[in-house]
Every structure is written in structure tokens, then in C-alpha cells.
């Protein structure tokens, strides 16, 4: 679940299991408590306690569901978050998070089309959702379908100008879509990121692509910044450290880029596999 709604999962929780059972509600809470210190295994093992007590509330199988695909590089919880996310539309339909979620899972899962009917739904449901626009862009990007995904993200800059995030997925398709084509002519591309990056000036991820396209552009110099600078974002930035490596040794500082590429490795079990450039950086022009 995108982290900008992670307050609002919370009250709508708490909300929920405050109407019933006291021992619901506490289990309900130290759940939450958990799910903010990274503790998921541990707090979906406080969700089944209070989905024990009361299993009608769609946003207490939400909070599961998303601490269940939270635990990393574990098939089986991504099929249980899956059940719950099915389970929290069942009992609330319109539930656009539950959409969202169950297509991030299947996406992860490599379920594509999947995943595009999920994204689809939660636009049915609501028509101004920038980050379902963006969401289902990606996937139209993986499917080859560039020109689709363009015009989602074009939809989500027309409902919101300030959406950074649909000129960063914007800019990923058209570095795709150009290495797809063979025209390798990054300028848009580029336009797209510093464009994401001038609205959100701390989005490591489109720093982290501004780094690759400036090395395939053969600017090895901006592509070393523009990773340094996703690093001091995000110091726990694995493609970030891989990619400097592989370009310190290309130009001969071995030293650094040995360093960078243990630094990466070291950092391997805790990347998130289903990260927007993790998916579509060994496609295409790589």
C-alpha cells in the first residue's frame, strides 16, 4: 500500500474495531503498532486475533492483507494477502485500496493481466484515482502496451498537475518505449524526471532512473550523481549502489565500484522486488 495512506488505513481500522469488542480493539491496535515498526509477521498475527473475534470488517482483512504483503520474498503470504483483499471487497464494495493492493500483489506475482483488471477497477470505482492511472500505466508498460500507458499517466496529470509520480512513471515508459523502438531518444524521458524530482525534491526512485538513463545516454558523470543522490535519500537504495558499481568500474575506479557492488549485495535481502525500476531495468535498452 502506498505509505500516503497508511494514516487513513489506520483511523478507518480503529475506527472499525472501536464500534466492537474491546479485545478486538486492542488487538486491533497492537497490530497497527507493529505494522509501523516492520514487525509484519507479527502483526498479522494480531489481525488473525481480532478477525478471530469479528470477521465482518472489510478494513481489518485491508490491514492484514497489506502486512501480508509486506513480508518479503514469500510467495504463501502473497496468496493469503490476496484472499483478504478479495475478502475486503467482498464485504465493502467500492473499496479502492483493496483493488490497488490485490493488483501491487499480483503485479509482484508477475499477474499481469490480473493486475490490470484490478487497477481497472479501482478507476471504475473512482475516476479520479491518479495512483490507480499510474498503477495500471505500469502494467500497460510491461505488456508492451507504451502508448496506453502514456495515456494513463496523462489522465493522472490532467485530474492532479502536481502528481509527481505520474511524471516518473511517465518518463519509465517512454525510456521503455524508445528501447523498444530502437530510437533511443531520451529527452522526454528526461524532461519527465526532472519534472517528478522539481515537484518532489526527495524522490530517490526517480533519481535512481535518472541515473540509468544518463548512463545509457553514456553520461557517466550525471548518472554517478544522480545515483549518489538517490543513495543519500534512500541509503538503503540496493539498484542504486549496483548501478554506481557497475559504472565506477566501467571507468576504471575499481576500488569504488568493488565497494558499491558489496555494498548492494550486502543490502540484497531486504530490496524490494517490486519496485517500478526493479522490474524494467534488465528489460528493454539494459
Same mark, same amino acid.
Given at each position: 500500500?502506498?505509505?500516503?495512506f ?20 486492542v ?6 503498532v ?19 473475534i ?13 502486512a ?10 502473497k496468496?493469503? %494477502?490476496?484472499?483478504d483483499?478479495?475478502? #475486503? *471487497?467482498a464485504?465493502k464494495?467500492g473499496?479502492?485500496? @483493496? +483493488?490497488?493492493d490485490? !493488483? ?11 493486475a490490470y ?26 505488456l508492451?502496451k507504451?502508448e496506453d500507458g502514456?495515456t ?18 511517465r518518463?519509465?515508459?517512454e ?9 533511443l ?7 519527465d524526471?526532472?519534472?517528478a524530482?522539481?515537484i ?8 535512481l532512473?535518472?541515473g540509468f ?9 550525471? %548518472? ?5 543522490? #538517490? *543513495? ?7 539498484? @542504486? +549502489?549496483?548501478?554506481? !558499481?557497475?559504472?565506477y568500474?566501467?571507468?576504471g575506479?575499481k ?32
Amino acid at each position: 500500500m502506498n505509505k500516503l495512506f497508511l494514516p487513513l488505513v489506520i483511523c478507518v481500522v480503529l475506527t472499525a474495531c472501536a464500534s466492537k469488542k474491546d479485545k478486538a480493539t486492542v488487538y486491533c491496535e497492537q497490530g497497527l503498532v507493529l505494522d509501523s515498526l516492520k514487525d509484519y509477521k507479527g502483526a498479522v498475527a494480531k489481525y488473525d486475533s481480532a478477525i478471530a473475534i469479528n470477521d465482518s470488517l472489510a478494513a481489518l482483512y485491508l490491514a492484514r492483507g497489506v502486512a501480508e504483503a509486506s513480508i518479503i520474498n514469500s510467495l504463501e503470504n502473497k496468496q493469503k %494477502a490476496m484472499a483478504d483483499f478479495s475478502n #475486503a *471487497i467482498a464485504l465493502k464494495r467500492g473499496n479502492t485500496a @483493496a +483493488y490497488i493492493d490485490k !493488483g501491487n500483489v499480483e503485479k509482484a506475482l508477475q499477474q499481469y493481466e490480473d493486475a490490470y483488471d484490478d487497477y481497472s477497477m479501482a478507476i471504475q470505482v473512482d475516476h479520479f484515482c491518479t495512483e490507480a492511472y499510474c498503477k495500471r500505466a505500469f502494467i500497460n508498460c510491461l505488456l508492451k502496451k507504451f502508448e496506453d500507458g502514456i495515456t494513463d499517466c496523462n489522465k493522472a496529470i490532467e485530474i492532479n498537475p502536481h502528481y509527481s509520480e505520474a511524471f516518473y512513471y511517465r518518463g519509465l515508459i517512454e525510456v521503455q518505449m524508445e528501447c523498444y523502438n530502437k530510437t533511443l531518444d531520451f529527452d522526454a524521458a528526461e524532461a519527465d524526471y526532472n519534472k517528478a524530482m522539481s515537484i518532489k525534491p526527495n524522490y530517490a526512485e526517480a533519481y535512481l532512473s535518472m541515473g540509468f538513463l544518463k548512463s545509457l545516454k553514456g553520461d557517466n558523470a550525471g %548518472a554517478i550523481n544522480a545515483l549518489t543522490r #538517490a *543513495i543519500e535519500i534512500k541509503p538503503d537504495m540496493m539498484s @542504486a +549502489y549496483a548501478e554506481r !558499481g557497475v559504472i565506477y568500474s566501467k571507468i576504471g575506479d575499481k576500488e569504488r565500484g568493488d565497494s558499491d557492488i558489496k555494498r548492494s549485495i550486502a543490502l540484497f535481502p531486504n530490496m524490494d522486488t517490486t519496485g517500478a525500476v526493479g522490474e524494467l531495468i534488465k528489460t528493454g535498452c539494459r
